[in-house]
């Protein structure tokens, strides 16, 4: 980030880090770079995460605040007025894709700027139902399936039968039917029906879920896709909403039972050095040029991801947009440099754009350079179908390389409790190589030097998902 | 077998809790007119439709929000320093001192005599739908519960797991969790008496009743 782009535009801004964990800590770490002041939250349960520390030690007088709740927004509302905030960072998960607090944010008496997506647009696109129908509209292609949310029993099964009768028209020897919530997100309450005898229970497991989790029994029925790469397109517009531009594409291809990403890739494929069955590169540019047509006719004004899904055959399907940064924008930023500035930090491109600054340079100044691999280490239980850990790590090292950055909110003093209240992630490891062969090399190089132990209060000893992530090492960006 | 007598004499040496008030959320805090050594009521009627003594307002995106007394007390303590300012979630308001109702010990006589069964992780728990069902449409001491019976579903860091039920075969007679609450490991969630103690833990109650009296 250059000094001379940081102009008036970000002075007298205060910011409200509306989250927790490694998210929140890079986001203080972006409003550092760019100069503005933070404030931040912490539950009581999260007194001891690396983010409460961090905003003690940088964050200066007025800046960390105990809330009772991340998911109570009028908690943050005083928090931002008490301590004079005039935007609010919403990160990822809780309120970053509720067009509902986006707009309370913009429209309430003291307004202040949220830093996302406007909130129309969260409404548009982050309902995966008109996400599907503004698609199909521009001709982009989008998964076989339900375009509304059925909350009808009987109606479900009709859908499901649909479903099934169609893959058994095309061929398919194995079909499946895909049951998701759809108030969901990150890949929560989904699940699959390979039998149709057992349609009417998932449906209703996944709609109590729904309930209990969303406050909404809408839910999705999907063919199910197998055999597939899950690819994303990373989009950052500034406010004028007119000249999108992406970074890259990745692939979160590598992911737990429960659909979860483990393993992100960025780009997407390699055809240069690996042989696909299918133009690898075609997939990509179309890929990339369908969510920037979709970004540009909705004039999206802020960071966002476009999530597909690539058949065998090389067939782009439009699973969703993620209104948001996402968990993985690290991976996509390692391998970009923007010409003229050098590398990339989306958190902070996220800020300055979302305060009112224009984005100042065009696709073409955008380069990519080698390949980048993410771990997600996670405590879970990759054998008892990766269920949480919950206890105490006791012992957190790794060897520190020129190509790794470590984000993690595990503090340097141990032992750390992991809260039960929030995903049991623990750090995000961005590898980088000049050729996948490279990345996937210090990528194991990486997980050989973790030292990762802990134990809970029955005395079992800590299970997490390294031995996971180092067995799928050789599969990545393999179709 | 438990001696009840000898229960209610450890409870009756020291027949009171300490209740701190704590601020449910943040924002601007006003006392009021309180001193130390006074009473003050908690929610009372037949569905505690009248909230307790207002300790104080708790104001937060322009709302006031009354805090009131959570049951029955003295006054030990209030944190008078905090008054005016903008106080966060979970900040100590006010320490009552809480004589024991007759329903409370009943309740700690009753956890000393069911087989509790406790949440093996620290999370929420939820009764599966069908248990849920059940409980709704008669009560829980209609429920009859067997060994290995998926009676729960766990939830944590967002993922839910069932849970199935150890011990007795038996009635629910107390819960003692609530929709959407945290619990430790190691909490009860139930307590389960088989059937032909019903009688046993019915005289028990009795006893409490006529035992202890309330100040």
Request: hydrophobic share 40%.
């Amino acid at each position: 980030m250059s000094s001379a782009k940081t102009g008036n535009i970000l002075h007298n801004h205060k910011i409200l880090v509306a989250n927790r964990g490694e998210i929140a800590m890079r986001i203080m770490r972006a409003c550092g770079k760019l100069g503005i002041p933070f404030a931040a939250i912490h539950t009581a349960e999260d007194a001891a995460s690396g983010h409460v520390l961090l905003a003690r030690a940088k964050g200066g007088e007025k800046s960390l605040f105990r809330v009772s709740s991340y998911h109570d927004a009028n908690e943050l509302m005083s928090v931002a007025d008490e301590a004079a905030c005039t935007a609010v960072h919403p990160g990822y998960g809780f309120f970053a894709e509720d067009f509902r607090f986006a707009r309370r944010v913009t429209k309430r008496d003291r307004k202040m700027i949220f830093i996302g997506p406007s909130w129309k647009i969260i409404r548009e696109l982050g309902d995966k139902i008109n996400t599907k129908r503004l698609a199909r509209s521009l001709g982009v292609p989008t998964v076989p399936g339900s375009d509304r949310p059925i909350y009808d029993e009987m109606e479900a099964e009709r859908i499901a039968k649909t479903i099934f009768e169609f893959q058994e028209q095309q061929g398919i020897t194995h079909p499946l039917v895909l049951v998701k919530a759809s108030a969901g997100g990150g890949g929560m309450g989904i699940e699959e029906v390979y039998d149709p005898d057992q349609f009417r229970s998932v449906y209703r497991r996944v709609r109590n879920y729904a309930l209990r989790q969303f406050k909404d029994e809408g839910v999705l029925i999907e063919q199910r896709i197998m055999d597939f790469n899950h690819l994303e397109v990373q989009i950052v517009s500034d406010r004028t909403g007119s000249n999108p531009v992406h970074f890259g594409t990745r692939n979160c291809s590598i992911q737990s039972t429960g659909l979860q990403k483990r393993i992100e890739v960025a780009p997407g494929f390699t055809p240069q050095a690996l042989r696909y069955s299918f133009d690898a590169q075609k997939v990509l540019d179309d890929i990339v040029a369908y969510s920037l047509k979709m970004a540009r006719s909705v004039g999206y004004d802020n960071v966002g991801t476009w999530e597909w899904i690539v058949t065998r055959k090389g067939e782009p399907f439009l699973m969703e947009v993620n209104t948001r940064i996402q968990v993985e924008n690290g991976v996509s930023a390692r391998i970009a440099k923007i010409r003229g500035q050098g590398g990339v930090d989306l958190i902070a491109e996220q800020i300055r754009t979302g305060l009112g600054e224009p984005l100042g340079y065009r696709q073409d100044d955008i380069d990519f350079e080698g390949v980048g691999i993410e771990y997600r280490l996670i405590a879970e239980d990759p054998d008892s179908n990766f269920t949480p850990w919950v206890g105490r790590i006791e012992r957190f090292d790794w060897k520190d390389a020129p190509w790794l950055t470590m984000l993690t909110h595990v503090p340097d003093k141990l032992p750390y409790e992991i809260p039960t209240e929030f995903d049991p992630n623990l750090a995000l490891a961005i590898i980088h190589g000049k050729d996948i062969q490279e990345a996937k090399a210090r990528g194991a190089a990486f997980l050989d030097s973790l030292s990762l132990t802990g134990q809970n209060d029955s005395g079992a000893s800590l299970k997490s998902n390294a031995a996971f992530l180092k067995d799928n090492t050789e599969r990545i960006l393999l179709f | 077998m438990i001696d009840i007598s000898e229960l209610l004499d450890a409870i009756k040496s020291s027949p009171y809790r300490e209740i701190v008030v704590a601020a449910p959320h943040t924002g601007r805090m006003s006392f009021a007119a309180l001193e130390t050594g006074m009473c003050v009521h908690g929610p009372q009627g037949q569905w505690k439709e009248m909230p307790g003594t207002t300790l104080g307002t708790l104001e937060r995106e322009g709302n006031p929000k009354p805090i009131c007394a959570p049951e029955n007390g003295e006054i030990c303590r209030i944190h008078k320093e905090l008054d005016g300012g903008f106080v966060e979630a979970g900040a100590p308001l006010v320490v009552l001192r809480h004589m024991l109702t007759r329903d409370e010990v009943q309740r700690i006589i009753l956890q000393k005599t069911l087989y509790l069964f406790r949440a093996p992780e620290r999370a929420k728990y939820y009764f599966t739908p069908e248990t849920d069902k059940k409980i709704r449409a008669t009560d829980a001491h209609s429920v009859t519960i067997r060994d290995g019976m998926e009676l729960f579903i766990m939830s944590r860091m967002k993922r839910e797991v069932p849970l199935h039920y150890a011990g007795p075969d038996g009635v629910i007679y107390e819960i003692y969790f609530k929709y959407n609450e945290n619990l430790d490991a190691g909490a009860p969630l139930i307590g389960v008496c088989p059937r032909d103690h019903l009688h046993v833990i019915q005289d028990m109650i009795a006893r409490v009743q006529t035992e202890w009296t309330e100040t």
